[in-house]
């Protein structure tokens, strides 16, 4: 049995979206530092404790951009694993979904960086929640489609 894997075209907007993941995530790390060394907060404590938050408005926004930047990381690797396989079929859409994603993660670090973190929803995190579904989905139709073709 032999496979070939043809690159379809618009793959490469698919690679172009996962970069501006990428940048984000890189953009998010520089602004947990920023908050550590503004709270002092000292490596390797991941978060400040409760009593530095209260005192501490720096110290709270560490801990806001602290949960942003690894709720981002949390999800990135199903996103990065959906985007490819949804890309491969569907490189359009794939890319825009992703593009989409990236957009909340932004509005959804800036929601938590006010220091209230009920306010990192709303609807650009409800609307990039919405296109990191639709990859999933897209990729498990994707996968399907080909597994019925190669029966």
Avoid at 30 to 56: F, H, L
Avoid at 63 to 85: D, G, S, Y
Avoid at 102 to 122: E, H, Q, V
Wanted: aromatic content about 10%.
């Amino acid at each position: 049995m032999s496979i070939t894997v043809t690159i379809p075209e618009g793959l490469q907007y698919v690679g172009g979206a996962l970069l501006v993941t990428a940048v984000i995530i890189q953009g998010l790390s520089a602004t947990v530092n920023k908050y550590r060394k503004r709270a002092g907060i000292p490596y390797p404590q991941m978060y400040a404790d409760k009593e530095e938050t209260k005192s501490s408005r720096d110290a709270l926004l560490f801990n806001c951009a602290q949960r942003a930047h690894q709720n981002t990381l949390e999800q990135f690797p199903t996103l990065l694993v959906a985007a490819v396989i949804s890309g491969l079929k569907y490189p359009i859409p794939a890319a825009i979904a992703t593009m989409v994603w990236n957009l909340s993660r932004i509005s959804y670090a800036r929601g938590y960086l006010t220091g209230d973190p009920k306010k990192r929803g709303g609807p650009g995190y409800f609307l990039g929640a919405l296109g990191g579904v639709g990859l999933l989905a897209s990729s498990f139709f994707a996968i399907g489609g080909w597994i019925l073709n190669s029966l």
